[in-house]
């Protein structure tokens, strides 16, 4: 079990740019989730995977916004378009669904829109 | 829609003191319900869950919840904290859509 990871860790960049962020789950979970963190806040649910199939999509994600996971391993999150309010804590959480779906979470990108 | 309150947003405390973290949630059907705690330059770990049985759970580092139904609350607490235990702790509520609801977190520090 190499845990959840993600990359990049931190990205930096100007208004207007697009960005991408990649998760790698714990290898035989199914699920896949990610959610947004701002400064003294709980994470916010945006969207899950189960294998290559996006179940569900939060309001939180503008048309800006939008998920993959190819062959219901890996995921990315590209952002179109960064805004200043975009800057956050990206975290990625995946989990084995079946019985209690415990979801176990990566480290997080942290993105920062100058 | 599921919400979560964590009324405590810091709490200082001295070693060995004990420890009770409020978190109450509303939600219309059975609830799935967690802690995840946030040591400082690390991610976000699972500390305990609660699914279905014994309303008292045990987590790891001696901690504990209890679930009450009846004041839908899932108090953490542990008799007594170490330096160790400064860190961020978050509560959180899943349904039957299983994404997480996560409240605003409490900052717990303990001074040594």
């Known amino acids: 079990d190499t845990g959840v990871s993600q990359n990049p860790r931190h990205k930096i960049t100007k208004r207007g740019q697009n960005v991408t962020f990649r998760c790698d789950p714990i290898?035989?979970?199914?699920?896949l989730y990610w959610y947004r963190q701002t400064l003294g806040q709980g994470p916010e649910f945006l969207t899950y995977?189960?294998?290559?199939?996006?179940?569900?999509k939060s309001r939180l994600l503008s048309d800006r916004f939008s998920a993959e996971r190819p062959k219901g391993s890996f995921s990315t999150l590209e952002i179109q378009r960064t805004e200043q309010g975009d800057s956050a804590m990206y975290l990625c959480?995946?989990?084995?669904?079946?019985?209690?779906?415990?979801?176990?979470f990566g480290p997080g990108t942290r993105l920062t829109v100058l | 829609a599921q919400s979560v309150s964590q009324h405590n947003h810091h709490v200082i405390l001295s070693e060995a003191a004990s420890l009770e973290l409020g978190c109450n949630y509303s939600?219309?059907?059975?609830?799935?319900l967690f802690w995840y705690v946030q040591y400082p330059g690390q991610h976000l770990q699972l500390l305990l869950k609660?699914?279905?049985?014994?309303?008292l759970v045990k987590g790891i580092k001696g901690f504990e919840a209890e679930f009450i139904k009846s004041k839908f609350s899932f108090n953490l607490r542990k008799p007594s904290v170490q330096w160790s235990d400064t860190a961020e702790y978050f509560c959180?509520?899943?349904?039957?859509?299983?994404?997480?609801?996560f409240g605003s977190g409490t900052q717990l520090t303990v001074l040594p």
């Open positions: 959480a995946s989990s084995l669904f079946e019985g209690t779906d415990t979801q176990y």
């Open positions: 290898s035989e979970h199914n699920r």
């Open positions: 995977f189960q294998n290559e199939a996006q179940l569900e």
């Open positions: 939600y219309g059907g059975t609830v799935n």
């Open positions: 609660y699914f279905s049985g014994d309303p």
């Open positions: 959180a509520v899943s349904g039957s859509a299983r994404q997480l609801t």
